[in-house]
């Protein structure tokens, strides 16, 4: 079992940047895809950024890549978001999840087994 715990949104202006850290318990990571999702009310859950745990290669969502940046510290034992240039329509809750392997693609949610309980971000104009 993993345990996921995110921290690090909140209430910013459009422009700013925010770090959000996704800290595992355990087990560690070091085996697991890490990924980022994000939600609004009413909506599907979104993919926004993944990192393999082979080789740390890197996937995006199109409307974060460029501004966004997902890396991982093994020995932390923990995965971060880096957002910058954030606009209104990031706002959203972001989930932090882990899977032991990906067999369709890093974008998909089922995918992934565990799943922290979020933390919100919130962009004003």
């Known amino acids: 079992q993993v345990q996921l715990v995110e921290s690090g949104g909140g209430l910013v202006q459009a422009g700013a940047s925010l770090r959000l850290t996704c800290s595992a318990s355990?087990?560690?990571?070091?085996?697991?895809?890490m990924a980022w999702f994000r939600q609004t009310p009413g909506k599907e859950r979104q993919f926004v950024a993944a990192?393999?745990?082979?080789?740390?290669?890197?996937y995006y969502e199109d409307s974060v890549n460029g501004r966004f940046t997902i890396s991982r510290d093994n020995a932390k034992n923990a995965a971060y978001l880096q957002m910058n240039g954030l606009k209104p329509e990031d706002t959203a809750a972001y989930f932090c999840?882990?899977?032991?392997?990906?067999?369709?693609?890093?974008?998909?949610?089922?995918?992934?087994?565990?799943w922290g309980q979020g933390t919100q971000v919130t962009v004003s104009s």
């Open positions: 355990g087990r560690n990571i070091i085996l697991y895809n």
């Open positions: 990192i393999a745990w082979i080789g740390e290669k890197t």
């Open positions: 999840a882990a899977g032991p392997k990906i067999q369709g693609g890093y974008s998909d949610e089922t995918e992934y087994s565990y």
